[in-house]
């Protein structure tokens, strides 16, 4: 049980996190901040926080856990306004899609206290963002990358992996290099095609009557283009160089479909298609996809 939890950044993740600690009966009482006094309003009237701050500082007094939910790029600046009110007694955790830039920047910032900072990323989520979609049942049944450092304390590790335990959730761990490599091929590429996709048929004259008449397999691949901006730019930026490698892959996978395609190399295509399609059909739904 925390007596307070410091929740700075009240939109859809640390909205969702607040309410289902709330819900757990895992803490006592709610302390929010976000960049945009209305957020912050909002959320109190929602129910999830108890008490807004008028600042990430006074967001974090008094509390023994701290949640950073702000878009990646803004995780070394909320620490910098924290970081004098971090005292030993404190788990501070974030929720970020990306994770060697936020251990970087926790270093940096937190120096000798880095060990009381746990680098979380749920996988869980969705393509609407902000307070009003959050959601208590958001993290149930999902997977959470916990990616500490050397310098991460054992008791800090257990507290984070027994809390978001008690939220249903699969704990993971690995290191940042490790987190970031995956998630570039498996969350940041599929991000990025997807945005590529609806600026590639928007792009042309007769686009829009092209997206009038898509079915549901342009739905089912095109959802995630529908994704916060903010966010997915600072994800982008921030591990630019697993992704760079991610596009490289992509870039020749589908250069070779083309190719076949224009030469008309029709088994070769179907035995590449026959891969895909084996690859999609017995991948083991894990608990975060479903
Ligand atoms: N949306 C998703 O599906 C997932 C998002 N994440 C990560 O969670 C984090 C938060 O994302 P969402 O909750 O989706 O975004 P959101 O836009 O719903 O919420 C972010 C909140 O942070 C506030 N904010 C922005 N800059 C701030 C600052 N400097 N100080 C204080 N508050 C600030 C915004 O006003 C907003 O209320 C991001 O780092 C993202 O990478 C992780 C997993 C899934
Ligand atoms: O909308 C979806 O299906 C997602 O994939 C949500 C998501 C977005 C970003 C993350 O870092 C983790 C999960």
Redesign the pocket.
Same mark, same amino acid.
């Given at each position: 049980m925390f007596e307070q939890l410091g929740l700075? !950044?009240?939109?859809? *993740? !640390?909205g969702s996190f607040a309410l289902a600690l709330k819900r757990a009966g895992l803490v006592r009482r709610v302390v929010g901040? =976000?960049? =945009?006094p209305s957020?912050t309003e909002r959320a109190r009237q929602l129910g999830v926080i108890d008490i807004e701050a008028p600042s +990430?500082l006074l967001a974090v007094s008094g509390a023994d856990l701290v949640l950073l +939910?702000? &878009?990646?790029a +803004?995780i070394e /600046?909320?620490l910098k306004a924290i970081r004098h009110l971090i005292d030993p007694n404190m788990l501070i955790m974030d929720?970020? /899609?990306s994770k060697r830039d936020v251990v970087d920047a926790a270093r940096r910032v937190l120096k000798q206290d880095v060990g009381v900072f746990v680098p979380c990323? &749920?996988i +869980? !989520?969705?393509e609407v /963002? !902000?307070?009003d979609n959050a959601d208590a049942g958001l993290y149930g049944g999902r997977q959470i990358i916990l990616t500490p450092i050397d310098r991460t304390l054992t008791t800090k590790l257990d507290k984070a992996r027994a809390l978001w335990q008690a939220l249903g959730c699969e704990v993971i761990e690995m290191s940042p290099e490790a987190h970031d490599a995956a998630f570039a091929a498996v969350s940041h590429l599929p991000h990025l095609v997807a945005f590529a996709l609806m600026n590639s048929i928007t792009g042309q004259a007769d686009g829009q009557s092209y997206l009038s008449m898509a079915g549901p397999g342009f739905r089912d691949f095109s959802r995630i283009a529908a =994704? #916060?901006p903010q *966010?997915w730019r #600072?994800?982008l930026i921030a591990n630019r160089e697993e992704i760079g490698r991610q596009v490289e892959h992509f870039h020749r996978a589908l250069e070779e479909l083309q190719h076949l395609i224009a030469t008309g190399q029709t088994d070769e295509l179907e035995r590449l298609i026959n891969r895909a399609s084996h690859a999609r059909a017995n991948w083991r739904v894990s608990p975060s996809a479903r």
């Open positions: 700075i !950044g009240c939109g859809l *993740m !640390g901040y =976000s960049k =945009s957020t +990430a +939910a702000v &878009p990646v +803004a /600046s909320t929720v970020g /899609s990323h &749920p +869980a !989520g969705r /963002s !902000g307070v =994704s #916060d *966010m #600072d994800v």
